[in-house]
């Protein structure tokens, strides 16, 4: 026998066999074997991670493709149970994340399905921590990293979540319009309600200025309201035609001679003359 030393990083663990035997497990430092009849072998117990794939159905019978991180490392006090009793740890931890992401999917939908990524991942790890306890690994930390609908799937979730965006910028479109039209209408009802007050107002104030101008005549000249209302219809006839003189935009023939003002006159006063018989005979 020939003493052989060894040095055990502190990362890993020592695996002490004599003739095939389990002897002990060495800690991290220097340590000491009789070669060739004790035999040393490393074991990690760093944190290592492995991605799992698994290929299942929701409940909807929508095919996915979930892609889940496990995390997890060897415990210090039972490195014999995990080197004695495992041939191949990550093909193992595979089948009971796959077991587990199968029996969690097909009970949901897809929308459910994205919605419990973090319950699926709790359940994932509780599961498999319980199956590889005694087998001496600990699980850290289980994520489920990816969640793939099959690409048929994806484009009519993507269309189906355009039509709605495209729905709802209509309702939006159509709620802004309307309140530009309320507006419009409110707006234009009140300008109208303005027009109106102003045309009254102006109405007002002509009257007023007509009944000034007829009673100051009747106190200067000594006319009577008939007379005055007669000459100014009169004086506003000569107006209209001087404007349509002055601005040139139109044409218009008039009867003209030495007694063309009386006969203006008189047609103004015979008009009234009709309005005030038609009213007596009422």
Same mark, same amino acid.
């Given at each position: 026998m020939i003493p052989c030393p060894i040095c055990v990083d502190q990362g890993n663990r020592a695996v002490i066999q004599k003739c095939g035997e389990y002897s002990h497990i060495a800690a991290p430092g220097l340590s000491c074997i009789f070669w060739p009849w004790s035999t040393a072998t490393m074991v990690s117990i760093k944190v290592r991670q492995i991605d799992v794939r698994t290929d299942t159905k929701s409940k909807d019978n929508v095919t996915l493709k979930v892609t889940t991180a496990?995390?997890?490392?060897?415990?210090?006090?039972?490195?014999? =149970?995990?080197?004695?009793?495992?041939?191949?740890?990550?093909?193992?931890?595979?089948?009971?994340?796959?077991?587990?992401?199968?029996?969690?999917?097909?009970?949901? =939908?897809? =929308?459910?399905?994205?919605?419990?990524?973090?319950?699926?991942?709790?359940?994932?790890? =509780?599961?498999?921590?319980?199956?590889?306890?005694?087998?001496?690994?600990?699980?850290?930390?289980?994520?489920?990293?990816?969640?793939?609908?099959? $690409?048929?799937?994806?484009?009519?979730?993507?269309?189906?979540?355009? $039509?709605?965006?495209?729905r709802e910028a209509a309702i939006e479109r159509a709620e802004a319009e309307k309140i530009m039209a309320v507006r419009a209408a409110e707006a234009d009802a009140e300008a109208k309600h303005l027009s109106g007050m102003g045309t009254a107002k102006m109405r007002q104030a002509i009257t007023e200025g007509f009944r000034g101008s007829i009673e100051s005549m009747k106190e200067s000249c000594g006319l009577e309201p008939k007379e005055v209302i007669h000459m100014m219809m009169v004086t506003q006839y000569l107006d209209v035609l001087k404007e349509f003189a002055v601005s040139g935009k139109a044409t218009m023939v008039v009867p003209h001679g030495p007694s063309a003002v009386s006969d203006i006159e008189a047609q103004v006063r015979h008009g009234f003359m009709q309005a005030a018989m038609v009213n007596e005979q009422k």
């Open positions: 496990v995390q997890y490392s060897v415990d210090p006090e039972k490195v014999n =149970d995990y080197f004695f009793k495992l041939n191949d740890p990550e093909r193992q931890i595979t089948a009971h994340v796959e077991d587990c992401v199968r029996s969690f999917l097909p009970t949901l =939908d897809l =929308d459910h399905a994205f919605e419990s990524k973090e319950k699926m991942a709790t359940e994932i790890k =509780d599961s498999v921590a319980k199956s590889m306890a005694a087998y001496g690994i600990q699980v850290a930390k289980c994520l489920v990293v990816d969640m793939q609908p099959d $690409a048929s799937v994806m484009a009519s979730m993507n269309q189906i979540n355009a $039509a709605r965006r495209q």
